[in-house]
Every structure is written in structure tokens, then in C-alpha cells.
């Protein structure tokens, strides 16, 4: 019994090391815009190009009606739409989070999709749409892993906060209180212009529809600077925990980082413009993903 019970240890044990090697390094979330047809709508761009920036990044689409009343989309209320909206986004993160506690995540929200980011990263509740708890419904421990939200068109739009991108200088149609505060301001960056008729006092659709083209790469440059600096533990989030047990520096080996110490398992160890660790935790080793990312695996 003794040697049945063992056995199953070390086969669980087996199974957990497989589940965490598939998990990627970089995950992103992507929320479209009322009545597209489900994915990621206008965001879609923006979720392959970090894709593409992040080798194995993987992705996902916020299941959720993305609907304004309109037939085409189930006749569900925009209210109605945004608040399921809020909970698929808590639910597919917490769950996404608990199954790869290690992964890097990112949010890219169009428009309707870029509320629902807002409403469940900043928390604060929506009283535009009838949302009354202001708790973060967001788990504590994936709050910490999400290094970017990238908002686009969002209607929770007002003047004067500190991840505003564009000209906008009113309030979108469901804007946030005046004196609001995101706790994860540094985080995130919402691109609105001043003719947008939603997220601001426009009267120019296109100009709602045009921010994946505007502001796409200035939005990839921005996610890759906040991811990599999560990935090597300088990050504005917690750093990942196991990146906390680097051994203390006993002479530089040389090379680009020279920081002294290891780099934990899925940490960056190396590319052009990093400092940090180029030395491995055992068993892993430094694989380089592009001259920009080299990655403990
Ligand atoms: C939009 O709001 C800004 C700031 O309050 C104001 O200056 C501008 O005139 C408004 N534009 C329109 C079209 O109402």
C-alpha cells in the first residue's frame, strides 16, 4: 500500500510538471466591440501582433453577448451585456490563472470590450450599467500577473487620467466618477480621440473604429515593455515568486547581465538592453527566443 501510495505521488507529480510546461509565458485576453460577431473583433489585431512579439504567447476571447439591444446579438441590453461581460472576464482570468499561476497576463479591449477590461481590472463598479459592487472581481493572485490593459475606444472615458492616450478631453457615455482612481493606473493605457462620438463628445464613428490602426504599435510597444519587465521581475506588478530565491551574486560571469544571481524558470536571462540574471535555476537553461529575449525553460 505504502508503494502504491508513493507511486501516486510521483505520478502526480509528473502530471503537475507536464500541465505547468504547457503553460505559456504570455497570455492574452481580448474583448470585442458590441454587435461584432464573436472573437476579438477590432482588438484582433492588437492580440496577434503581441502574439507575435511573445513566441508561444496564446490567447483567448472573452466570451460574453457584446450586444446594445440590438437583434443581431440576442436583443440582450448593453447594461445587461457589460455586467456578463464583467463576470466572463473575472471567470476566464481567474480560471486561465489558476491553471498557470506563472503566466504573464495582457487585456485588449475594443469599445463595449474595453469596459467590461476596465470594470474588472480597476474595479470601482459601473453604475452606468447597474454594477453596485465596487470590489475588483479579478482574483488577487491574477491582479498580480496582468502586466498591460490596452483600451480602446473605452465609454468609461474622463479627462485627466494618467493612461489616457489621444485628444479626447470629455467623458465617454458611461464615463467613471470624477476623481476616479485605477489602483493599476501604470498598467494601462485607453486610447480615445476627440471626434469619437462613444468614448468621447465626437460625432465621428470612424474615428472609433480606427484606434487598432492609430495606436496599434504604440500599444505593442507598451505591452512589450510591461510584460518583459514583469517576465524579469522589475515589473509593476508583484514580481513571479519564484524569482524571489536567486542566490546572492559571487562575481559577475560576464556577458550582457552580470546582476549576479539565477533566473527563475520561464524568467528572461538574457537580450539586447537586459541587466538582469543570465544564469538559469538548475534544471533549466537560457534559450534565446530573439536577439530582445532570451528565456529560462
Ligand atoms: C467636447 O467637450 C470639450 C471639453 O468639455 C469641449 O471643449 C468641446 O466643445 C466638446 N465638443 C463637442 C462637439 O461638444
Redesign the pocket.
Known amino acids: 500500500m505504502a508503494i502504491r501510495i508513493s507511486s501516486l505521488v510521483l505520478l502526480l507529480g509528473a502530471y503537475a510538471t507536464l500541465v505547468a510546461a504547457q503553460c505559456p509565458q504570455v497570455h492574452v485576453f481580448g474583448a470585442r466591440e458590441t454587435t461584432v460577431p464573436p472573437g476579438y473583433g477590432t482588438a484582433g489585431s492588437v492580440v496577434s501582433a503581441i502574439q507575435s512579439a511573445f513566441p508561444g504567447a496564446t490567447a483567448e476571447a472573452i466570451t460574453y453577448p457584446a450586444c446594445g439591444g440590438q437583434a443581431s446579438c440576442g436583443s440582450v441590453s448593453y447594461a445587461n451585456s457589460v455586467i456578463q461581460g464583467v463576470t466572463a472576464v473575472a471567470n476566464q482570468v481567474n480560471s486561465f490563472n489558476t491553471q498557470c499561476p506563472n503566466t504573464v497576463l495582457v487585456l485588449v479591449g475594443y469599445s463595449q470590450g474595453g469596459q467590461i477590461f476596465d470594470d474588472a481590472y480597476c474595479g470601482g463598479g459601473d453604475t452606468n450599467e447597474g454594477l453596485s459592487s465596487t470590489a475588483i472581481p479579478i482574483s488577487t493572485a491574477a491582479q498580480k500577473k496582468i502586466a498591460a490593459a490596452i483600451l480602446m475606444g473605452d465609454p468609461r472615458h474622463i479627462p485627466g487620467l494618467s493612461y489616457n492616450v489621444g485628444t479626447c478631453?470629455?467623458s465617454g457615455f458611461a464615463p467613471r466618477p470624477t476623481g476616479f482612481q485605477c489602483p493599476y493606473a501604470a498598467n494601462i493605457q485607453s486610447y480615445c480621440d476627440s471626434a469619437d462620438p462613444y468614448c468621447c463628445?465626437?460625432s465621428d464613428a470612424n474615428t472609433h473604429q480606427g484606434y487598432a490602426n492609430e495606436y496599434g504599435s504604440v500599444a505593442l510597444t507598451f505591452v512589450k515593455n510591461k510584460v518583459n519587465a514583469m517576465l524579469s521581475g522589475t515589473g509593476g506588478g508583484s514580481p513571479p515568486v519564484s524569482s524571489t530565491t536567486s542566490a546572492p551574486g559571487g562575481g559577475s560571469t560576464g556577458g550582457a547581465g552580470g546582476g549576479g544571481g539565477t533566473a527563475a524558470h520561464y524568467a528572461q536571462c538574457g537580450g539586447i538592453g537586459y541587466t538582469g540574471p543570465t544564469v538559469c535555476a538548475s534544471p533549466y537553461t537560457c534559450k534565446v527566443s530573439n536577439a530582445y529575449y532570451s528565456q529560462c525553460l
Open positions: 478631453q470629455a463628445n465626437g
